[in-house]
């Protein structure tokens, strides 16, 4: 058994060991042999000392090696397998080092992830997982703890392959037969078939499909009853979720083999079709002007300029109205790409109205200049999404925006209920569907004589990038100084942070130069807009695209949340999902034109 210091074939060095099993060692090593010692990981696989198994393992082991090698090549979400080599009747493989956490560190047991993140995760997965497949191979061993989120680009990675586990369970009977003394898999990941010593493609479906469940109700796979009479996983009482995923779902975990997705090829084809996406041609981006220095505006020092004042339009409703102007002089902050402050200066920023709705609870709402943006990432922003495309210029005419996020507090007065999974008064609602953000909108209108809606997406993009042109309206990257997001996934060159797992008060972070709170984070905000997977023919006067091109009834969400990675809080990143789904990520914020 090596130990720290250990050189092994005057090459490798272990540094420390990982961990331990029935199997064999992991450890971590340098390679001697290349510039710098780059880490690497070695397992010490230690099999049955007689000789009929040891030969017999030999030749699984070299085969194995064949098909990791292979698979190393085929795609970057697998590691690299560098080296395996025998000695003293002992194994080794020498594969690439992956620096990041395993899902166990997102799919947290009594937490929910919502439908949106379950459907990305679950393709993320199955992508990686059909590339295996096609290879006609089983990894056999599914599960949280198998699967690495690499924290340089946040693609999950397939580690720790079941069949190179079974080297060390081959026994060999009088008549030179061999057997398994144990089954490859996890219980709970495991079907029927599996853990009867029959694995197949479909038994990774099974896995992948429970590690679904498993994220969406918060339950560890043997906390799920099953159905006494046919053995089927009972849990869909205790999720939110689409009829459409629910299949999806249950197709993926039947319990008889037979009746699931046959691989992880059709099963991803079975995801993707819950959330269409087209290939887009790529079209030259529309140049831009050059960036403008990232501002951060750090909490207003308020003074009143007047009481009473009109606005053009004088159906304002002022008995509702506690109309007051503010002017605020507020620091301004530039941020380098490691989500370093560099600069600070002074900027005046116009606030414009506080709207009563009763029992000292305010609606405070910002003016927003009209003006044209370039909307869209361009091609070459990193971890963008294809539906991002083609950037092109939009005019958007002025409109007021709500300073933060609606509030429970602010629900609670128009509606009488707050439906929040995290309570706080002053944190934003969430559990709201898209109707309900609506009928919020229809009620407070009625109240106030005036027209409050969701925002339109341009609109939502052009006051979030408050005329910048970064990722984020901070700049190139962000930090959990700034964003209520899982700051365990930093962008570009920021540093790993804090991740809250839950809602924030608003307006506790800084805002952009428009004087807009939790643009990016804390909560996805709905939008009126049906989801199309490009931007090829949508308006470019600011309104809502209210049709779809393949009658695709997903709406649009955006702005990211504190479940969701660093990359989805761009200013660009889009999400979208059914008009009726709640989740405890997502909320929305008002806009109202005079």
């Not at 993320?124 to 198998?146: G, M, S, T």
């Not at 079709?273 to 981006?285: A, F, H, N």
């Not at 951060?296 to 053009?312: E, L, N």
Request: proline share 6%.
């Amino acid at each position: 058994m090596p130990t720290t210091g250990t050189i092994l074939r005057n090459h490798y060095k272990i540094i420390k060991i990982l961990g331990s099993g029935g199997f064999g060692d992991t450890y971590l090593a340098q390679d001697l042999d290349l510039p710098n010692h780059p880490q690497c990981v070695v397992k010490h696989l230690k099999p049955n000392s007689d000789p009929k198994v040891l030969e017999i393992v030999r030749r699984l082991f070299d085969s194995e090696a064949q098909i990791l090698y292979r698979l190393g090549n085929d795609s970057d979400q697998i590691p690299r397998l560098f080296a395996h080599f025998e000695e003293q009747g002992e194994f080794y493989l020498v594969q690439e080092f992956i620096d990041g956490q395993d899902l166990s560190y997102e799919i947290i047991p009594g937490q929910k992830l919502t439908e949106i993140a379950v459907t990305k995760l679950l393709q993320e997965i199955l992508e990686i997982l059909a590339v295996v497949h096609k290879q006609n191979i089983i990894h056999r061993d599914i599960k949280p703890q198998n699967l690495m989120r690499r924290r340089q680009d946040g693609k999950i990675v397939l580690i720790d392959f079941g069949a190179v586990k079974e080297v060390n369970t081959m026994m060999v009977n009088s008549q030179g037969q061999t057997s398994f003394s144990v089954v490859i898999g996890s219980l709970g990941y495991m079907p029927t078939e599996q853990a009867g010593g029959r694995p197949k493609l479909s038994s990774d479906v099974y896995a992948v499909g429970m590690l679904g469940i498993q994220a969406i109700t918060g339950l560890q796979p043997n906390e799920l009853p099953k159905d006494p009479n046919d053995d089927e996983v009972i849990w869909r009482n205790r999720a939110n979720v689409t009829e459409k995923l629910a299949d999806v779902l249950n197709k993926m975990v039947s319990c008889y083999f037979r009746d699931r997705y046959p691989s992880a090829v059709e099963a991803l084809a079975a995801i993707k079709s819950l959330q269409p996406q087209q290939q887009v041609t790529p079209i030259v981006p529309t140049p831009q002007p050059p960036s403008t220095p990232t501002k951060i505006i750090t909490p207003w020092s308020r003074r009143k300029v007047i009481q009473t004042v009109g606005f053009a339009g004088a159906g304002l409703g002022l008995a509702i109205l506690v109309p007051r102007l503010w002017q605020s002089n507020s620091q301004v902050v530039t941020v380098d790409k490691t989500g370093k402050i560099v600069d600070r200066r002074n900027l005046e920023v116009k606030s414009s109205f506080v709207e009563n709705l009763g029992n000292g609870v305010s609606l405070e709402m910002v003016q927003i200049p009209g003006g044209t943006f370039t909307m869209g990432s361009p091609e070459s922003e990193k971890n963008r999404d294809s539906d991002e495309s083609p950037q092109r210029q939009v005019r958007v005419p002025g409109f007021f925006m709500g300073k933060y996020e609606i509030t429970q507090e602010q629900y609670q007065a128009i509606m009488g209920i707050n439906p929040s999974n995290f309570k706080g008064e002053k944190r934003p609602v969430e559990r709201v569907s898209w109707d309900d953000a609506v009928e919020f909108c229809e009620k407070l209108s009625q109240k106030t004589g005036k027209t409050y809606r969701l925002p339109s997406e341009a609109e939502w993009e052009y006051a979030c990038r408050a005329g910048t042109t970064t990722p984020f309206y901070f700049g190139e990257t962000i930090t959990p100084d700034l964003v209520n997001y899982n700051g365990n996934f930093p962008y570009g060159s920021a540093p790993k942070g804090e991740s809250r797992r839950e809602t924030t008060n608003v307006g506790i972070f800084p805002p952009n130069s428009f004087g807009l709170y939790d643009m990016c984070g804390n909560i996805w905000e709905w939008c009126q807009d049906v989801y199309n997977d490009s931007y090829q023919d949508a308006p470019r006067d600011g309104s809502a695209w209210l049709t779809s091109s393949d009658n695709d009834t997903r709406l649009l969400l955006r702005g990211g949340s504190w479940n969701n990675y660093s990359w989805d809080c761009r200013s660009a990143s889009r999400a979208n999902i059914t008009r009726e789904s709640r989740g405890n990520d997502v909320g929305f914020r008002l806009v109202m034109v005079a």
